[in-house]
């Protein structure tokens, strides 16, 4: 079961929430995974994250949740979001990045695959994944009505995948699949606005349909879920 924090800086709670997980996790294993994400709410996390003086940086390992198929210096890059708001601020362990600027994507979602198992382990479990929510209702890049949002891709934990034609931009995309997210030790789910309203109750209240709002795959993950939101998000919970 979910828990649902509703908060008025979103971005601060969140961000408490990275700095527990991250500590947590070293101080039990040696070492922390965490999973980052793109999208509106990145930069203001990034911010307040970076603020901090309790993150183990030394034992932390990043990974992306998603990335679009363009370089890293590209506006709409993922990694080059992150490199800009954090990554330049603090001293990690590794940067384990989705190379979204390479020629086959289908062959760079194998070999990221590959380091994520051979940095983690087989199967790879994150210590943390830090989500956005899609107005459509999808999560990482597992786009709402697109068939394979419902497989959860044990096999090969990171997938090339098209992005349809209501998403915008529409840019074909590395995600991590949705077997990630089950087995996160913790998830952490950033929802802000009235016009998320609806597709968040959907995606923790509504009638299950993983193909039709992939974010309802929060409702199966083994680990924390914990969902930070606005009030006016939370106005239909």
Known sequence: MSEVAVVGDVAKA??????????GAAAARG????????GSSAAPLFAEIRKSKKVPWAKVHVFFTD??????DDPLSNF??????LLTHVKVKAVHRLQGEASDLDAEAQRASRELQDALGKPP??????????PDGHVLSLFAGAPGSADAGEEQPVRHVAAPEHVEPKVARLTLTA?????AR???????GAKKAAVLARALKGKEDLVACPAQ????????VVVVCDAEAASQL
Not at 31 to 38: D, E, I, K
Not at 67 to 72: G, I, K, L, N
Not at 80 to 85: L, P, S, T
Not at 129 to 134: E, K, N, W, Y
């Open 67 to 72: 990335e679009r198929a363009v370089p890293p």
């Open 14 to 23: 969140a961000a408490e929430l990275f700095i527990e997980a991250a500590a």
């Open 217 to 224: 795959w929060l409702r199966h993950a083994v680990g924390r």
């Open 125 to 134: 479990r994150l210590d943390l994944m830090l989500l956005g929510l899609g």
């Open 179 to 183: 077997f990630t997210l089950l087995t």
């Open 31 to 38: 070492r922390a995974a965490v999973a980052l994400t793109g």
């Open 80 to 85: 080059g979001v992150a490199q800009r708001e």
């Open 186 to 192: 913790t998830v952490v789910l950033q929802v802000t």
